[in-house]
């Protein structure tokens, strides 16, 4: 029962929305993730949760091996959730959990919560490791998505994903671009909900067959470029593409009208981290972002794995 799992962050370059429609996505699995050890407790019949992050425990619960049910928390809807999937995985794996020994385990991701790295792929990733289940199976019958996350999660690189007939096909991508000190991830602080976006997504937008197949041919461009012009072209092609299938404005006509650079959203449109190459030095490019309002900011080689 013993054991510890580690799954890799995720983010998503290029395809967003429209890999769930059949596009062929370029993603980038993340030198962070989120680990998970479980431990037996002889002497206790409850399975105990911690959860924590570089900055401390972000939360707390305890429930009933019986059945999942919320003895104590510190955060009731974080701990709803935990308890849905605990029950997906126990439908997948009928005697998961089913002895009367108790269980303490400790999660401890490697970036905030709120960042939009994976805390949800990661975490389901390796609940399915520790289940003996298909994460893809769990992941249907809880989140929901397309998976990309998942197959990032156990990658061991960049990858192109996309859905045929429903099931994954997960291909390495040979990305390793010599520009990459001119590319970095910025934090615009404004959590974004997949679900949501994936909600929205499906009542507004409005694409053509051919526009999933000229999203899927951007992404394989891009791994295949030596140039950062070239790769600054596709990126910027692949928002405003996106801008007129979503109705919305890009992020960088809302946030960085300015800015010389690319900008590039990844993943739902509206939070988390975008793209922005530059050709400043590290230490000014950095300094505007700080004056911009955004002070988290990753270097390419700092997260990509």
């Known amino acids: 029962m013993d054991g510890q799992w580690y799954s890799h962050g995720k983010l998503l370059l290029t395809g967003e929305y429209l890999v769930m429609e059949g596009a062929k996505a370029f993603a980038l699995p993340l030198k962070q993730g989120q680990s998970l050890k479980v431990q037996r407790k002889e002497k206790s019949r ?102 990309f996350d998942l197959a990032c999660a156990r990658a061991g690189g960049p990858l192109f994903f996309r859905l045929k007939n429903g099931l994954p096909l997960v291909q390495q991508a040979a990305f390793d671009p010599p520009f990459k000190d001119n590319i970095y991830f910025v934090y615009l602080g404004r959590k974004q909900r997949s679900k949501e976006s994936i909600r929205s997504f ?26 950062l012009a070239e790769f600054e072209d596709l990126l910027n092609l692949h928002e405003k593409m996106m801008a007129a299938i979503l109705g919305r404005p890009t992020v960088k006509s809302q946030l960085f009208n300015d800015y010389l650079g690319t900008v590039k959203s990844l993943g739902g449109w509206g939070g988390d981290f975008v793209l922005v190459t530059s050709l400043q030095a590290d230490s000014s490019f950095r300094a505007d972002m700080q004056k911009r309002g955004f002070p988290v900011v990753y270097g390419y080689d700092d997260l990509v794995l």
């Open 202 to 227: 499906n009542k507004t937008a409005a694409f053509e067959k051919e526009e999933l197949e000229n999203i899927s041919r951007i992404g394989q461009d891009l791994v295949s470029t030596n140039s």
């Open 46 to 147: 409850l399975l105990e949760w911690k959860a924590v992050h570089r900055e401390g425990e972000w939360f707390r619960a305890v429930f009933r091996t019986s059945d999942f049910s919320i003895l104590q928390t510190d955060n009731p809807k974080l701990a709803a959730n935990l308890s849905r999937i605990l029950q997906a995985v126990r439908k997948l794996s009928a005697g998961f959990l089913q002895d009367t020994t108790g269980i303490l385990v400790e999660t401890k991701l490697d970036f905030r919560p709120e960042y939009g790295f994976g805390s949800s792929s990661t975490l389901i990733s390796n609940l399915a490791w520790w289940a003996e289940i298909n994460p893809y199976d769990l992941l249907r019958l809880s989140f929901g998505g397309s998976g």
